[in-house]
């Protein structure tokens, strides 16, 4: 069974910095693109960063371009999300999830197509 799973979430100060982790289990990362998305309390979904399966090109939002690196270690099948200069706005529920297997990177929730179930930035001082 093909599984996301988030880790590194909790409270920072303002300025501060966080990574994320998105494990994958029951299936080889290799071919998948995937993505971050947050949720903060009372807005819609957004997408974050996203890193394709093929050439490993990378994507952000442009309120989190500088500050966010996404990368990914295929040997450890995991997807990073380095967060630098972390501001209260960013507070949120944060997901990884993937497209169907070859399917290009998107920002958009609804390309995607499995979900971790998130984990929690908190910044504030």
């Known amino acids: 069974q093909l599984q996301l799973v988030e880790s590194g979430g909790g409270l920072v100060q303002p300025g501060g910095s966080l990574r994320l982790s998105c494990a994958a289990s029951?299936?080889?990362?290799?071919?998948?693109?995937i993505g971050w998305f947050r949720q903060a309390p009372g807005k819609e979904r957004e997408g974050v960063s996203c890193?394709?399966?093929?050439?490993?090109?990378?994507y952000y939002a442009a309120s989190v371009k500088g500050r966010f690196t996404i990368s990914r270690d295929n040997a450890k099948n995991t997807v990073y999300l380095q967060m630098n200069d972390l501001k209260p706005e960013d507070t949120a529920v944060y997901y990884c999830?993937?497209?169907?297997?070859?399917?290009?990177?998107?920002?958009?929730?609804?390309?995607?197509?499995?979900w971790g179930k998130g984990t929690l930035v908190t910044v504030s001082s």
């Open positions: 890193i394709s399966s093929s050439d490993h090109s990378t």
């Open positions: 999830a993937a497209p169907q297997l070859f399917r290009a990177c998107v920002l958009q929730s609804s390309g995607m197509e499995y």
């Open positions: 029951g299936f080889t990362l290799d071919y998948y693109a």
